[in-house]
């Protein structure tokens, strides 16, 4: 196969750990799930539904816990009470994220008036 330029001969794009990484975290809700847990450490379902607010769905919220959970980033803990009680909790992975998406929340909050404005702008055009 020939090689298009200097990047993809030190690169190997298909094995790529960020590009894992951002395909996993390029959805809605998992950055906010981990930075909600990132400052309060455990919660339960509803609390972390409430903290996002009404934009997410259960099925959602669900689907978006079980892959953090799958990857590492939280633990899943059911109580066998009645009714039954299910906490998620941050784990040490999780925790070493948080740093960068206060940071990546930093940015965009000291950003996103210039890129609103750019995105009007480039809409007049």
């Given at each position: 196969m020939k090689k298009i330029n200097a990047l993809e001969s030190d690169f190997d794009f298909k094995n790529c750990p960020v590009r894992k990484v951002l395909d996993r975290f390029g959805d809605k809700w998992s950055l906010l799930v981990l930075l909600i847990l990132g400052k309060k450490e455990t919660l339960r379902f509803n609390e972390i539904n409430k903290a996002i607010g009404s934009d997410i769905s259960q099925k959602m919220l669900t689907v978006t816990l079980r892959t953090l959970e799958a990857d590492g980033f939280l633990i899943r803990t059911i109580y066998p009470e009645v009714p039954p009680r299910v906490e998620y909790t941050i784990t040490n992975l999780g925790k070493s994220l948080v740093p960068l998406i206060?940071?990546?929340?930093?940015?965009?909050?000291?950003n996103m008036s210039a890129i609103e404005k750019s995105r009007d702008n480039f809409v007049k055009v």
């Amino acid at each position: 196969m020939k090689k298009i330029n200097a990047l993809e001969s030190d690169f190997d794009f298909k094995n790529c750990p960020v590009r894992k990484v951002l395909d996993r975290f390029g959805d809605k809700w998992s950055l906010l799930v981990l930075l909600i847990l990132g400052k309060k450490e455990t919660l339960r379902f509803n609390e972390i539904n409430k903290a996002i607010g009404s934009d997410i769905s259960q099925k959602m919220l669900t689907v978006t816990l079980r892959t953090l959970e799958a990857d590492g980033f939280l633990i899943r803990t059911i109580y066998p009470e009645v009714p039954p009680r299910v906490e998620y909790t941050i784990t040490n992975l999780g925790k070493s994220l948080v740093p960068l998406i206060d940071n990546l929340e930093q940015w965009a909050k000291s950003n996103m008036s210039a890129i609103e404005k750019s995105r009007d702008n480039f809409v007049k055009v």
